[in-house]
């Protein structure tokens, strides 16, 4: 009994992983999904009634799931005013 790998049989198989990651990619960058390389990062502003438990430089979460860092709290005019943004 051989346990060698058949040569087409590998070949077949290296293609259809470099074909599926391609269509991946692309299809990423079709429609709006993240960069291959993470993409760049930006920053948002909000303003909030309530900014009581925002501190500046501390992580940012979206139920449960961390999408950026707040980097300063101000404010202005009885409202309170968060940037954060998605880390490099």
């Known amino acids: 009994m051989s346990r060698e790998v058949p040569r087409s049989g590998a070949i077949g198989v290296a293609l259809s992983l470099a074909i599926t990651i391609t269509v991946f990619i692309l299809l990423n960058s079709a429609f709006g ?38 980097a300063g709290v101000q404010l202005a005019a009885a409202r309170a005013r968060h940037d954060c943004g998605r880390p490099e």
Not at 39 to 53: E, K, L, M
């Open 33 to 70: 999904g993240p960069g291959a390389l993470g993409g760049p990062s930006y920053r948002v502003s909000a303003s909030v009634s309530d900014a009581q438990n925002l501190v500046a430089s501390r992580s940012y979460s979206v139920r449960g799931v961390r999408v950026g860092d707040v």
